[in-house]
């Protein structure tokens, strides 16, 4: 990582312009935004839909244009032909902002769209970026590495990590109230899968390793959005066959999450590929522990036997949940401490003076 400046006075306002506001899924873009403006930054939308001419006149001269899930830029979901013209247009728009004086930062969040339908049109879009982006960040080492490996770039590529959710979701219902709430008596072992039900998180895996348990005393909370119908309707099945699973498979509102998250005993989020994950901070804020695979960055933010357990090959991921289970309270209390502690360290303060750092930096 390039060695950055002390930040500058913030009588000396930086202007910084985003395609993505805010989110209703995930609110790392509230949580990332609230960061920079309590250093004086502001931030404001990026309107790339309006006619070329009416953009001119408005995007005359700025500071920073922030980039954050770039897949968007070229609407993978539709056909290839208005996908390339997508990307094309949103282009030629941000090659117009790089010459009115703009610089371009990217976090990278992924090198390549989860379930990602047009790679060549998308990898294409990340290489333009690669070259008119002047910072590039990443979320850990392992980001630098595989950002490095597929894209070639290695300068001015800056490692902020993801922060925590402390304080961003409500956090007042008991265990006991939670489970209440929930159906789930007192003396049973919960495992809970939250976040949006796609392919790659590994969801089929987990149930094919849930319904090998024999204990009746366990059970699998799935709670999130479905991103794919028939994905869907097999956990439904599956939920059928097996009466230990329960389910929520819908948009799950903020005043909720700490129902499923204080119910729970494991978080288990059993990816199938992963580059970052802001699911596992979610778990860690509400001082939870994990299952989770030795994949991505996760190696570098999990430590094996203090905020969960890792397992290593997909296969493992039955036994590593029977060691969760057979975990002591003392010794599940003790991870869940440690969990929190994790979290902690992943202030969002501190990732606002970096990011502030960042723009201050691709400045000058």
Same mark, same amino acid.
């Given at each position: ?242 009466? =230990? ?8 509102? @903020? &005043?909720?999450?700490?129902? +499923?998250?204080?119910? $729970? *005993? ?28 030795? =994949? ?8 094996? @036997? &203090?905020?969960?357990?890792? +397992?290593?090959?997909? $296969? *493992? ?48």
């Amino acid at each position: 990582m390039d060695s950055l400046p002390t930040p500058k006075n913030s009588a000396e306002a930086i202007k910084v312009l985003t395609p993505h506001l805010s989110s209703r899924e995930n609110k790392y873009l509230e949580c990332l935004w609230s960061s920079v403006r309590a250093c004086g930054v502001e931030v404001d939308i990026l309107n790339l839909d309006q006619p070329f001419a009416q953009f001119k006149k408005v995007y005359t001269s700025g500071d920073v244009i922030h980039l954050q899930w770039v897949e968007t830029l070229c609407r993978p979901r539709f056909n290839k032909k208005y996908s390339w013209y997508f990307l094309l247009r949103n282009l030629r728009r941000l090659i117009f902002l790089k010459s009115q004086g703009y610089q371009l930062v990217w976090t990278v969040h992924n090198t390549l769209a989860h379930e990602c339908s047009s790679p060549k049109i998308e990898k294409s879009l990340r290489w333009f970026l690669r070259y008119l982006c002047s910072d590039i960040i990443v979320m850990s080492e392992y980001s630098r590495r595989e950002f490095a490996r597929m894209y070639r770039r290695t300068k001015r590529v800056h490692i902020i990590p993801h922060g925590n959710y402390i304080g961003f979701y409500p956090n007042q219902v008991s265990r006991v109230d939670a489970r209440h709430k929930l159906g789930i008596a007192p003396q049973q072992k919960v495992l809970l899968y939250f976040g949006m039900v796609r392919h790659y998180k590994g969801i089929n895996h987990l149930i094919a390793a849930f319904n090998q348990l024999k204990d009746s005393n366990v059970v699998l909370l799935i709670a999130g959005i479905p991103y794919d119908p028939d994905l869907c309707a097999e956990i439904e099945q599956a939920a059928q066959r097996d009466s =230990r699973i329960r389910l929520r498979l819908e948009f799950i509102p @903020d &005043e909720d999450i700490q129902i +499923y998250m204080n119910a $729970c *005993d494991w978080v288990v989020l059993p990816y199938q590929k992963i580059l970052n994950s802001g699911s596992v901070l979610l778990a860690l804020s509400f001082a939870r522990p994990v299952i989770v695979p030795q =994949r991505g960055a996760i190696t570098e933010l999990i430590s094996n @036997d &203090e905020q969960g357990y890792c +397992y290593e090959k997909d $296969c *493992d991921l039955l036994a590593t949940i029977n060691r969760a289970l057979a975990t002591t309270d003392q010794k599940w209390e003790q991870m869940c401490i440690q969990a929190y502690a994790l979290a902690q360290k992943h202030d969002w303060s501190k990732i606002g003076d970096q990011l502030y750092q960042v723009y201050s930096y691709c400045k000058q």
